[in-house]
């Protein structure tokens, strides 16, 4: 259905992004798709000894609370908006989440007054009007841990299935941000065992609930007594893509876990992120903070019970 209907045909299941995005005029849609009656998108299978198939309606608060799954990944899970939106909301829509931008998330009236972006009516970016790309930033908080565990996500189309991982899901820009094509369905997020590792997402945000990241890091760790054996550190909401701080994850591989090891870590996962004034709070406050969340984000794995 939603490939014979065209760019004017969505795909819906929670809708906690969908349908406000519809309100503002953000998107222009004249039939939705509801995905809510699929019964195998509802459910999880697997278990943390051989990892876990999740499907891709299942709730962002089931996953927060259900006992197997990677502590990092539920952690994410459970900090994504508040906990009326989390029983609504998706784990595939977050995945998909819109990117967010100060000059594209408002009103049609404010941004008809304001000059229409590139994003949506527009053909400047407001934040960067002399580049030939849209800005917008990557704002899912799933995204980054499920990068971090090496998880993948299964995509149904007219032609099939095909499964890719969750980092290629992605590309660097605002407003082409996924590789899925509009007809496509997330079904399915496949997390590895978890096996040793250890997990941690910090959300850096100005209230505690309901806003979106300014600032996130997921964190996946491999230890040999304090030796880090493996290591991915990847960023939210510091570009239009999740960005794998791999400079980081050099550092620490072979290393001692110690201050002097997460502090020289988290000042290469910073060298990466470049926000833009396009998301709340100061932007150059912004940049010295990611180097925080990234150090909280290594303490707290490291010191989770495998």
């Excluded at 697997?46 to 990677?70: K, N, Q, W």
């Excluded at 040999?224 to 570009?239: E, H, K, P, T």
Aim: proline fraction near 5%; charged fraction near 25%.
């Amino acid at each position: 259905m939603a490939a014979e209907g065209g760019p004017t045909t969505m795909l819906v299941a929670g809708g906690t992004d969908l349908y406000p995005n519809l309100k503002r005029r953000q998107f222009a849609a004249d039939t939705l798709v509801g995905l809510t009656q699929l019964r195998d998108l509802h459910e999880v299978r697997g278990d943390a000894a051989s990892g876990f198939e999740i499907g891709a309606a299942v709730t962002l608060s089931a996953i927060s609370r259900h006992p197997g799954v990677h502590a990092g990944y539920a952690e994410a899970a459970g900090l994504v908006s508040s906990p009326p939106l989390r029983n609504a909301g998706t784990i595939g829509g977050n995945l998909c989440v819109d990117t967010r931008c100060n000059y594209y998330n408002m009103t049609h009236e404010w941004r008809k007054a304001a000059g229409f972006c590139m994003k949506k009516d527009g053909d400047i970016c407001l934040v960067a009007p002399s580049s030939p790309r849209c800005w917008a930033v990557s704002s899912s908080d799933t995204a980054p841990m499920a990068i971090a565990l090496g998880a993948t996500v299964v995509l149904a189309g007219t032609d099939g299935e095909r499964e890719l991982p969750v980092a290629a899901l992605y590309r660097d820009d605002g407003i082409d941000y996924l590789v899925k094509q509009p007809w496509e369905v997330v079904t399915a997020l496949r997390l590895p065992p978890v096996d040793g590792l250890r997990t941690a997402y910090v959300k850096l945000r100005r209230r505690g609930s309901i806003d979106f990241p300014i600032a996130g890091c997921g964190v996946a760790l491999r230890l040999d007594g304090d030796v880090v054996q493996s290591a991915r550190v990847v960023l939210s909401a510091v570009a239009s893509y999740p960005v794998e701080a791999h400079g980081a994850a050099k550092l620490l591989v072979g290393a001692r876990l110690d201050d002097e090891v997460i502090s020289a870590a988290a000042d290469a996962a910073a060298k990466p992120a470049k926000p833009l004034d396009n998301a709340d709070l100061d932007y150059f406050w912004r940049k010295k903070m990611v180097r925080v969340v990234v150090e909280e984000a290594l303490r707290k794995a490291a010191a989770r019970a495998v």
